[in-house]
């Protein structure tokens, strides 16, 4: 069981705790007080629920975030008087991804309305009752005269620490983003693959399960499965034209959703869908443009995935590859695009820079918190054993405009939402003051249409074209 089950296991089995518990004290008030006092209370707790207690935030909002970020710039710096006052010898530069380490307090009523933090002209929004130590993400932000802060339903403490990192080499070269799913190169690197020199986008699964918006056009459910899976494999070499990647640079494997880590136990064992009656990758591959060793089998095995990378990686020999971080994003079939990643690199002697990415979490469902269009602070993160050095591109209006419109372009984000969640989100509206953007029904259009995209650098910097790090 992955950590991220377990946590929400044990969520779950403590909110049937909570519930038993409270329906017995209803059940008590109704017999002493009237029997009224039952559903109105019933009614009243579900409202409450709804609003202020649906998320699945899974650790205490008063822990201290634990990073171990490496800097060799970094300043004391002091918040008074709605200002952030730098010393004298901070040396910003141009390009700069910066960071600022402040604690944190709710206010009472930030335990019923989100609490966050205006920089500037950007909000970011952090867990009600937070209580400890947070990351602002100040990139892009002009410190020179004093940056404005302001915090909402939390006060800042006085004294923060300000930390520079400079930008990776390679970062905008020649890019290959490696996405599991059609939609988590849009996602998590947009921006970074419409300024890369050169981008390509290789999506390792067709993302063909969980088809039922299909099934409701009269569709068998293998029938729905398909359809699905060939749309999104459409999607994955459509869409990136949007921000100017040809379809030539797009490549889709056709592997098939969460089989992935069963492909890993079993290398060479080919594993078939779970829903579209296949086993075999091609049917979700005709619409590539690229050439594989592997198309004259279609095998949905693993070392036929890890030996596609190893092609691709050839041909390309990427200045840096964009990646999931399995130590932050929990996904099943992206903790294994990460190890497929790392097995294919190993093979070819290849040292390029690793940027990860998380488009899930282990702990908070949420986040990025906030509105969309807001600014991306640094996650939740509790596991200051492994450093860790964060990169942030960031995202005009007129471009965040243009990721939301390749987001909608997506058929998985397209599906209305159910009922259950049209009634939270108005819930939420009416009394914890939350918003959604106009662009689309789907979580993903408030999480990922941001001010920033957020890297974590990792691996060597390469050398001209990828290969291997300068000496």
């Known amino acids: 069981m992955s950590r991220k089950q377990a946590l929400l296991r044990r969520h779950r089995r403590n909110k049937r705790i909570g519930l038993i518990v409270g329906l017995l004290l209803l059940v008590v008030m109704g017999v002493l007080l009237a029997w009224w006092v039952i559903p109105l209370g019933a ?23 634990q990073y171990a970020l490496p800097t060799q710039r970094q300043w004391a710096v002091s918040v008074a008087g709605g200002r952030l006052a730098l010393p004298a010898d901070a040396a910003i530069e141009q390009g700069d991804t910066l960071v600022l380490q402040v604690r944190l307090r709710s206010t ?40 404005a ?30 996405a599991p799913h059609a939609d988590d190169a849009e996602l998590a690197a947009f921006e970074l693959y419409s300024q890369a020199r050169e981008s390509w986008i290789v999506t390792l699964t ?18 729905a499965s398909r359809l699905k899976g060939q749309l999104r494999a ?29 492909m890993r136990e079993q290398p060479d064992t080919p594993i078939a869908s779970r829903a579209a009656e296949l086993a075999d990758v091609r049917p979700f591959r005709r619409f590539n443009q690229v050439s594989l060793r592997t198309d004259s089998d279609g095998a949905p095995t693993w070392a036929n995935l890890v030996g596609d990378l190893i092609e ?23 903790i294994a695009a990460r190890q497929a990643t790392a097995q294919a690199l190993e093979a070819t002697g290849q ?17 990025p918190m906030g509105n969309g269009g807001d600014g991306v602070a640094l996650p939740p993160h509790f596991d ?40 939270r989100r108005w819930l939420q509206r009416l009394l914890a003051g939350r918003e959604w953007p106009r662009y689309g029904e789907n979580e993903f259009f408030r999480k990922a249409v941001r001010r920033h995209e957020l890297f974590w650098v990792q691996g060597l910097e390469p050398g001209p074209a990828g290969r291997g790090p300068e000496v």
């Open 43 to 65: 009614l009243l707790a579900w409202m409450a629920h709804e609003a202020w207690f649906s998320d699945h935030l899974f650790y205490s909002p008063a822990q201290d975030y």
């Open 108 to 147: 009472w009523l930030g335990r019923f309305l989100d609490p966050w933090v205006a920089a500037g002209h950007d909000r970011q929004t952090f867990e009600r009752g937070v209580r400890g130590l947070r990351y602002l993400n100040l990139t892009g932000a002009n410190l020179a005269e004093g940056l």
């Open 149 to 178: 802060l302001q915090a909402r339903h939390c006060r800042l403490a006085p004294e923060a620490t300000l930390l520079a990192f400079s930008p990776p080499a390679g970062a905008l070269g020649r890019v290959l983003v490696i």
């Open 206 to 223: 067709a993302g063909e399960i969980e088809a039922e918006h299909y099934e409701q056009m009269g569709l068998a459910k293998a029938q």
């Open 234 to 262: 459409w999607d994955s070499l459509a869409v990136p034209l949007w921000a100017g990647v040809p379809a030539e640079r797009c490549v889709q494997l056709g592997y098939f959703c969460l089989q992935l880590p069963a």
């Open 312 to 334: 691709l990686f050839e041909r390309v020999r990427p200045d840096a590859i964009v990646l999931p971080d399995a130590g932050l994003d929990p996904h099943p079939d992206h």
């Open 351 to 367: 040292a390029p820079l690793l940027l990860g990415y998380a488009n899930h979490l282990h702990d908070n469902d949420r986040w």
């Open 384 to 423: 200051a054993s492994q450093p860790r050095r964060p990169w942030v591109v960031q995202v005009s209006p007129e471009q965040q405009w243009q990721k939301a419109m390749a987001l909608g372009m997506m058929h998985d984000l397209q599906p209305p939402l159910p009922a259950k969640r049209r009634m």
